[in-house]
């Protein structure tokens, strides 16, 4: 099969290539799948280039998640001909993952397809419109209504921001996106942004406590951004932490905590329950419709993926990137 291989040895260093693969040396698991489409989400892009050690195990698969239909199951929740999708649980970090032919998997990990959208549908929501629901229902459940006020989103351009815009527009709340690139400023509002700043207004240290101006946030670049937003969260309202794309320090004061109750609210998409990740996706089914996926996604074949997976990690990538194996 053909699959994008990482390899370290002590001649070659670290390599990433797409490479043909004996299916025989794909790892145990009880349910084989037809990967049909995978994504490019920041974590293969640190994967692929070897910029962060998100590969523990080698040779490794890289691809930390997939759409496909089950090929052989041993397992009875799952039967030939089912369609299913992947996210996270240490796939193409610690066991071989999506950006391949087939792999083969733990059923544990795997849940049904939504029948409302297609595999090419689900990969272009990929883990990283997945992760922007799961921060959404993570607001929502701390009281966040849109009546609260604006939800400010940062990294706007990227995979979980432009997401995290474009289902808090279709929800009702109004936003404020946080970006680099103010050139992509139409699309952002297309996502449904009302408002955008500069994201060199939370880049930089600044006060414990400042003016109050989100009644919520949705946070996928930490650091002094991080910092920042949880320092201008309105009183009771909540930050929805998921990324580290400015840096994964923090360094601020317990002051919004204590003095205006604000909620710092972790987001790991990877270690999801299922019933969580069924939840996300049934939404992500009624809320995501297909001309926001064109506005939103690219789609690349496998001999792509190296380049751009290099592009995603420079933020040259707006939005996202489906790979149609
Ligand atoms: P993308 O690369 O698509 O987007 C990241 C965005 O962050 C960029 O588009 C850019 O937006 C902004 N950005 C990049 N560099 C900086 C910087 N130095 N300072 C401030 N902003 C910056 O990545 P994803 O959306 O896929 O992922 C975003 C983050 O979320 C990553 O850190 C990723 O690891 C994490 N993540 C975590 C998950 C979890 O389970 N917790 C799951 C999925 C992702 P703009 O150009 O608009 O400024």
């Given at each position: 099969m053909k699959a994008i291989l990482i390899n370290k040895d002590e001649t070659a260093g670290y390599?990433?290539?797409?490479?043909?693969?004996?299916?025989?040396?794909?790892p145990e698991g009880d349910v084989l799948v037809q990967v049909e489409y995978s994504t490019l989400n920041y974590k293969d892009g640190l994967a692929i280039t070897g910029k962060a050690p998100v590969v523990r195990r080698f040779p490794m698969v890289a691809g930390i998640d997939f759409a496909g239909t089950v090929i052989e199951s041993t397992n009875?929740?799952?039967?030939?001909?089912?369609?299913?999708?992947?996210?996270?649980?240490?796939?193409?970090?610690?066991?071989?993952?999506?950006?391949?032919?087939?792999?083969?998997?733990?059923?544990?990990w795997l849940i049904k397809k939504p029948e409302a959208l297609s595999a090419a549908q689900t990969m272009a929501i990929g883990t990283a419109g997945y992760t922007a629901m799961l921060c959404v229902q993570a607001?929502?459940?701390?009281?966040?209504?849109?009546?609260?006020?604006?939800?400010?989103?940062?990294?706007?351009?990227?995979?979980?921001?432009?997401?995290?815009?474009?289902?808090?527009?279709?929800?009702?709340?109004t936003t404020c996106a946080s970006t680099g690139r103010s050139e992509e400023a139409e699309y952002l509002k297309t996502l449904g942004a009302s408002e955008i700043i500069d994201r060199a207004e939370l880049s930089e240290p600044g006060k414990p406590l400042q003016a109050e101006r989100w009644a919520a946030v949705i946070d996928s670049v930490g650091s002094h951004t991080l910092a920042?937003?949880?320092?201008?969260?309105?009183?009771?309202?909540?930050?929805?932490?998921?990324?580290?794309?400015?840096?994964?320090?923090?360094?601020?004061?317990?002051?919004?905590?204590?003095?205006?109750?604000?909620?710092?609210?972790?987001?790991?998409?990877?270690?999801?329950?299922?019933?969580?990740?069924?939840?996300?996706?049934?939404?992500?089914?009624?809320?995501?419709?297909?001309?926001?996926?064109?506005?939103?996604?690219?789609?690349?074949?496998?001999?792509?993926?190296?380049?751009?997976?290099?592009?995603?990690?420079?933020?040259?990538?707006?939005?996202?990137?489906?790979?149609?194996?």
């Open positions: 390599t990433c290539k797409l490479s043909e693969v004996d299916e025989a040396q794909l009875s929740r799952f039967q030939a001909g089912d369609q299913v999708i992947l996210n996270g649980w240490g796939v193409g970090e610690t066991h071989w993952g999506g950006l391949a032919e087939k792999a083969r998997v733990k059923a544990d607001i929502q459940s701390a009281g966040i209504t849109p009546e609260s006020g604006t939800v400010l989103v940062t990294g706007a351009n990227g995979g979980v921001g432009s997401f995290a815009l474009r289902i808090l527009k279709q929800l009702g709340y920042n937003a949880c320092a201008q969260t309105q009183w009771g309202g909540a930050v929805a932490a998921c990324g580290l794309a400015q840096g994964m320090d923090l360094k601020m004061t317990v002051a919004p905590f204590i003095l205006r109750g604000v909620s710092l609210l972790g987001v790991d998409s990877v270690m999801q329950p299922i019933a969580q990740r069924e939840s996300a996706w049934a939404a992500l089914a009624e809320i995501i419709n297909q001309d926001d996926l064109n506005t939103m996604t690219n789609e690349i074949t496998l001999d792509q993926v190296i380049e751009t997976g290099a592009a995603l990690l420079e933020g040259k990538v707006r939005g996202r990137v489906a790979v149609k194996i």
